[in-house]
C-alpha cells in the first residue's frame, strides 16, 4: 500500500486523511449526544472506522510528518469548519474567522518558509 501512495500529491492525501478524521468526530459527536441504542453503536463504530482510516492513512502518507504539520492544522481547520457545517449546520463565527485566518496563516509559514 505504501507504493502505490508514493506518487499521490501530499496535499490530497492530507486533505482526504483531514476529511476522514473530522467526519468521524463529527459521527461519534452525534452517536453520544443525538442517539441512542443500536443507532449510537453503529453511529460510534462507523466514527472509529473513519477515525482508524484517517491514522493508517496519515501513517502511511510517504511524507516526514513534521515537514507538513502546518499545513495539515491549516487544512485541518478549514475541513472542520466546512463538516461542521454540514452535519451541524453551523456557520463559524466572526471569532472563529479571525483566528482560523491566523492558523491558515501560520500553517503557510510553518510549511513554506525557507532559512535563509
Known amino acids: ?35 441512542a441504542g443500536v443507532a449510537r453503536i453503529g453511529l460510534w463504530l462507523a466514527g472509529a472506522v473513519l477515525l482508524s482510516g484517517y491514522g493508517t492513512l496519515l501513517n502511511l502518507a510517504p511524507f516526514e510528518f513534521g515537514r507538513v504539520v502546518g499545513l495539515y492544522i491549516a487544512t485541518l481547520f478549514v475541513v472542520w469548519q466546512l463538516i461542521n457545517f454540514a452535519f451541524f449546520r453551523t456557520l463559524p463565527t466572526p471569532a472563529i474567522l479571525v483566528g482560523g485566518s491566523f492558523v491558515v496563516l501560520g500553517g503557510a509559514i510553518i510549511t513554506f518558509w525557507k532559512p535563509a
Do not use: C, F, Y
Open 1 to 35: 500500500m505504501l507504493k502505490t501512495l508514493q506518487g499521490v500529491n501530499p496535499l490530497l492525501l492530507l486533505v482526504v486523511a483531514t476529511v476522514l478524521e473530522v467526519s468521524g468526530d463529527a459521527i461519534v459527536r452525534i452517536a453520544l449526544h443525538e442517539r
